[in-house]
């Protein structure tokens, strides 16, 4: 597998180096690899700050900007940055009311965000912690790895925050977002880490891996491919029975290497078992949002939604990777 | 290559229906393959339809909506649609202002959207026809092909159309844009026809093609992969010959399997590279805009603005595919 970059220990620098030439009027990079809005900090306003290792491109630097996140710190390629650099994602994103960190539940991106947590409060600045783990292909609760639904977490706790709510309780949302949203992902294909060339795990052709991770990880089980239907019904098997409530928002996400076309193709299978089996969706997504470099596949987000949830989804977002605009625009 | 999809026949049709359900609040399918504005047409505004075959997402469809298009036509995939089906298309997007087809220059799309254009104004409809061909891959301007230079040219037509501009001038800005605008592509590997299962062209591992276009056609030349500033580097030589103006917008256009790191990055060095050539970067972008399936590879696009052309690439638009807001929302 050959990839489009420089050479591979310039992969993330690179990358983040782009994105801000891509985007001067909205994203600022610091020194390291971090990514703020250029307009920040908000006066007035919580920070949220979000990162972790690279590779998941638009997550989570594409979701800085109006009504997401303050900043984002980058590792290198599935790998957690260090507390040094997140502090100063941290400061960055700080006008004095305080930053909530959105993380997912890695073990090495917990420790680190967390003693980044200890130092910025060792700076006084108010910092909060919110772990994302909606990712059902692991049974213990505890255990479960952050994916796709982190952004839908990025969204309800940023239109929060944009909306004057004070860090309790944009903390408080991200919470009750994070003990609803549940994802599972599946790949026809592995990624590539840009160092080794190797991939994740190895797929024979006309197989595919069930609950698969965003870091190359090994899934649940591997089988034939089976058309989008059964795909999809299988997904989403394994969401519906931790999701009892009927008002949905459903996100399909791809992978990085999946083209739109099919995503739209199982975001209409999706979206018919959902019908069937009585769920109504109140918002929809179809999309790259959580990949994992170049992996071929998708995953199924369900977020159940009540007014408040639905509210904060809608309102209006500006950021390179995500955009939600006021209705009527 | 496997896809994910449901059966080969139903490529086009199942991605259609996915996406209408995804935007219900901004997108409606018609019976057949047609994708208008939930809210069209819109009186007063003259109307923008655009289309082809399929497997470009998230052109065209995707561009439909609020300063951009007011409907787009589905052929099957990489194949132009047919004149009923265009027809169908035009009258969902005339409020009675007329309408512009914006069309590429393939010789199935002009005869197809030409005598569409014919049935509609038999009809009573007026319309204009705007033909994009921005791939200098191609030596004769006749024969050139339209690439995602098309996506620019839908961006400000659109945007002067929401202004209110009538449709005589909504075209002689669509074709201001067309006869400055330039692109050239390469790809790290092909893509696979959803029913045959068969590759455009065959690539060597390590091995990539310079100058391909959106539909599997192999391109100018085959050499061996290079680091990404050799890469940017060539293919701006291939454009810069026919951009003496030095105020440009950039596009990063990703052909469908390209994860959004390796488009950053190769945004890095074709900034650099312009730069270092004397060029200021009025306007970027880096995504995935026209692509061909699932093709790994990317385009770059150079289009030289003016204070007109500027203005309206940064007026607002909201659809799936695109989205610019006002400054400082």
Not at 72 to 79: K, M
Not at 268 to 284: C, N, P, S
Request: proline share 5%; glycine share 12%; with cysteine.
């Amino acid at each position: 597998m050959i990839k489009l970059m420089q050479e591979s220990s310039r992969y993330v620098s690179d990358m983040v180096e782009g994105l801000a030439l891509a985007f001067p009027d909205r994203l600022k990079k610091l020194e390291g690899n971090v990514i703020t809005r250029s307009d920040g900090p908000v006066k007035g306003k919580a920070g949220l700050v979000s990162g972790g290792g690279s590779g998941h491109e638009p997550a989570h630097a594409g979701y800085v900007g109006d009504g997401m996140l303050d900043a984002a710190v980058f590792g290198e390629v599935f790998t957690s940055p260090v507390p040094d650099l997140i502090l100063e994602g941290i400061k960055a994103a700080d006008s004095g009311e305080g930053v909530l960190l959105i993380v997912k539940n890695y073990s090495g991106d917990v420790i680190n965000f967390d003693m980044a947590k200890e130092l910025a409060e060792m700076e006084g600045i108010h910092v909060e912690m919110a772990v994302v783990n909606d990712d059902v292909s692991i049974e213990k609760t505890e255990d479960r790895r952050g994916v796709a639904g982190t952004v839908l977490v990025h969204k309800i706790a940023g239109a929060a925050a944009a909306a004057g709510k004070p860090l309790s309780e944009v903390k408080a949302i991200a919470e009750k977002v994070i003990s609803r949203v549940r994802t599972i992902g599946m790949a026809l294909s592995p990624c590539y880490m840009p160092e080794s060339g190797k991939p994740g795990f190895e797929l024979k052709e006309q197989e595919m891996e069930i609950g698969i991770g965003i870091h190359g990880e090994r899934g649940l089980e591997r089988k034939p491919v089976a058309p989008a239907a059964d795909i999809t019904a299988e997904l989403l098997g394994k969401l519906l029975p931790e999701t009892a409530q009927k008002e949905v928002a459903l996100m399909v996400n791809g992978m990085g290497g999946t083209p739109l076309s099919e995503l739209y193709i199982a975001y209409k299978y999706a979206a018919e078992h959902l019908k069937e089996a009585g769920y109504t969706i109140k918002k929809g997504y179809a999309g790259n949002y959580m990949t994992a470099l170049e992996m071929h596949g998708f995953s199924i987000t369900l977020l159940p939604v009540d007014e408040e949830l639905l509210t904060y989804l809608k309102a209006p977002a500006s950021t390179a990777g995500f955009h939600e605009m006021e209705e009527g625009i």
